[in-house]
């Protein structure tokens, strides 16, 4: 990573492996507090309003009573650190289309999530690391980062305001974007500052919020030789969005809101592709009572660049999400996305990304959680002959075997079909993963 990030990259995530080792060795050591019993019936009635109440949400966001970790007192806070490991096989590392070369890779995932228990405010922080140590392919191991700080006041009555900031450390797979005969996968760095707040009057509630984005992304090098130069993507990225919600009941609202971008790049060969992306929306969010919920917004977007030589770009803008309980214990998800967005290749002006989901969660047992999940991509660049197209199949399961153990799998099939004078190589891989997490 570039020197600015250079100690979160190497030395933050080696200390929070530590801190979660530590805080769950003497947490195991420590025994659990006594709880306070309660009345037979009064068990009985709270379980059943739970059971009820979970019925109604996605399975992935529902309570296991039986099964999730108590977490660490400290004050006014809740830690609840987690540390999984894993072993995984890739049957296409350097994502080629012939000549594939399969690896095995170790991972270890640490993770601190403090939580408070404020009775009016809240306040979150998050701090993961992801470690990948390939057996054969050295160059391939990585190391991501994420650090998420929020803050949340209930300042008046209906009237809240946040803060949220964000730093990442993350890794770009081969094949798309970073050649195939790249010496390593890409690295980047995101940093994040967002202010958001919302007030409420009777039917009618006000929403915005302000943001910032930094990317740096870090030079690379073909195995052949010679440098991968790519700075022309580093950019900052200005967002703030203005949102009026109608609600005509507590199960059915409508929307409208004006999402306005400035994207500026900081490599003096990319400033021709600065520009001022306007997306404006309206929609809906309902609830057919435990059965479906569901916001989609629908709209239209333009980007307009600095460099009048180029062509505004326009397009249909969409994005909903659709949460469908067909059964108590089955949830399936839909997502949908239409907007602009950033190609990564320096021809490349700008793109048009669509995408589509599909995801199945199901609760086999009250322990036992499958999920499977389907996406399709699509990318098409402008100022290039190019036109991307990226399957995504998803597999994965979680077992939860008691308050401190939990056995993950997952395994996903990655496929990139490129089209067009300017196409990519296209590529399948994939990838499996079995992990034991231990938690509190």
Same mark, same amino acid.
């Given at each position: 990573?570039?020197?600015?990030?250079?100690?979160?990259?190497?030395?933050?995530?080696?200390?929070?492996?530590?801190?979660?080792?530590?805080?769950?060795?003497?947490?195991?050591?420590?025994?659990?507090?006594?709880?306070?019993p309660v009345k037979a019936q009064e068990r009985m009635t709270k379980?059943?309003?739970?059971?009820?109440?979970?019925?109604?949400?996605?399975?992935? %966001?529902?309570?296991?009573?039986?099964?999730?970790?108590?977490? !660490?007192?400290?004050?006014?806070?809740?830690?609840?650190?987690?540390?999984?490991?894993?072993?995984?096989?890739?049957?296409?590392?350097?994502?080629?289309?012939?000549?594939?070369?399969?690896?095995?890779?170790?991972?270890?995932?640490?993770?601190?999530?403090? %939580?408070?228990?404020?009775?009016?405010?809240?306040?979150?922080?998050?701090?993961?690391?992801?470690?990948?140590?390939?057996?054969?392919?050295?160059?391939?191991? !990585?190391?991501?980062?994420?650090?998420?700080?929020?803050?949340?006041?209930?300042?008046?009555?209906?009237?809240?305001?946040?803060?949220?900031?964000?730093?990442?450390?993350?890794?770009?797979?081969?094949?798309?974007?970073?050649?195939?005969?790249? !010496?390593?996968?890409?690295?980047?760095?995101?940093?994040?500052?967002?202010?958001?707040?919302?007030?409420?009057?009777?039917?009618?509630?006000?929403?915005?919020?302000?943001?910032?984005? %930094?990317?740096?992304?870090?030079?690379?090098?073909?195995?052949?030789?010679?440098?991968?130069?790519?700075?022309?993507?580093?950019?900052?990225?200005?967002?703030?969005?203005?949102?009026?919600?109608?609600?005509?009941?507590?199960n059915f609202v409508v929307f409208g809101s004006l999402t306005g971008?400035?994207?500026?790049?900081?490599?003096?060969?990319?400033?021709?592709?600065?520009?001022?992306?306007?997306?404006?929306?309206?929609?809906?969010?309902?609830?057919?009572?435990?059965?479906?919920?569901?916001?989609?917004?629908?709209?239209?977007?333009?980007?307009?660049?600095?460099?009048?030589?180029?062509?505004?770009?326009?397009?249909?803008?969409?994005?909903?999400?659709?949460?469908?309980?067909?059964?108590?214990?089955?949830?399936?998800?839909?997502?949908?996305?239409?907007?602009?967005?950033?190609?990564?290749?320096?021809?490349? $002006?700008?793109?048009?990304?669509?995408?589509?989901?599909?995801?199945?969660?199901?609760?086999?047992?009250?322990?036992?959680?499958?999920?499977?999940?389907?996406?399709?991509?699509?990318?098409?660049?402008?100022?290039?002959?190019?036109?991307?197209?990226?399957?995504?199949?998803?597999?994965?399961?979680?077992?939860?075997?008691?308050?401190?153990?939990?056995?993950?799998?997952?395994?996903? $099939?990655?496929?990139?079909?490129?089209?067009?004078?300017?196409?990519?190589?296209?590529?399948?891989?994939?990838?499996?993963?079995?992990?034991?997490?231990?938690?509190?």
């Amino acid at each position: 990573m570039k020197n600015s990030s250079s100690f979160a990259y190497i030395y933050l995530p080696l200390g929070l492996t530590l801190a979660a080792g530590l805080t769950l060795a003497g947490a195991a050591a420590a025994a659990d507090k006594p709880q306070v019993p309660v009345k037979a019936q009064e068990r009985m009635t709270k379980e059943a309003r739970r059971d009820a109440w979970n019925e109604q949400l996605p399975v992935l %966001k529902r309570e296991h009573p039986d099964f999730d970790p108590l977490g !660490v007192e400290m004050g006014s806070f809740m830690l609840y650190p987690s540390l999984t490991v894993g072993a995984g096989s890739d049957d296409n590392v350097n994502s080629t289309t012939s000549g594939k070369t399969s690896d095995t890779y170790l991972r270890v995932t640490p993770e601190l999530d403090f %939580k408070s228990r404020f009775k009016r405010h809240s306040a979150s922080l998050l701090l993961r690391g992801n470690f990948n140590r390939f057996s054969k392919q050295k160059s391939d191991d !990585v190391s991501t980062f994420l650090a998420d700080a929020a803050v949340n006041l209930d300042l008046a009555d209906d009237f809240q305001a946040g803060l949220q900031l964000t730093h990442e450390d993350a890794v770009e797979k081969r094949g798309q974007v970073v050649p195939s005969d790249a !010496v390593k996968p890409g690295t980047f760095s995101r940093d994040r500052i967002r202010l958001n707040g919302s007030k409420v009057f009777d039917h009618i509630q006000l929403s915005g919020y302000v943001q910032t984005q %930094k990317y740096q992304f870090d030079n690379n090098a073909h195995t052949g030789g010679g440098v991968i130069d790519f700075s022309f993507r580093d950019r900052t990225e200005d967002q703030a969005q203005a949102r009026v919600d109608y609600a005509f009941s507590r199960n059915f609202v409508v929307f409208g809101s004006l999402t306005g971008t400035n994207r500026d790049y900081e490599s003096t060969a990319s400033t021709a592709r600065d520009s001022k992306i306007t997306n404006y929306q309206v929609g809906t969010r309902f609830n057919l009572s435990s059965l479906v919920s569901a916001e989609i917004g629908v709209g239209y977007y333009s980007q307009d660049f600095s460099n009048p030589l180029l062509k505004t770009i326009d397009g249909t803008s969409i994005d909903g999400h659709l949460d469908w309980n067909p059964t108590a214990l089955t949830t399936i998800s839909f997502d949908a996305v239409s907007q602009p967005a950033d190609p990564g290749i320096a021809a490349a $002006n700008s793109a048009k990304l669509g995408t589509f989901s599909v995801q199945v969660d199901h609760e086999l047992l009250r322990n036992l959680i499958l999920t499977g999940r389907y996406q399709t991509s699509q990318l098409d660049l402008v100022g290039v002959d190019r036109n991307d197209q990226v399957n995504i199949l998803d597999l994965s399961g979680t077992w939860l075997m008691s308050r401190r153990l939990a056995l993950k799998f997952t395994y996903r $099939n990655y496929d990139l079909n490129s089209s067009g004078a300017a196409a990519a190589a296209g590529f399948t891989d994939n990838e499996a993963l079995v992990a034991l997490q231990l938690r509190y």
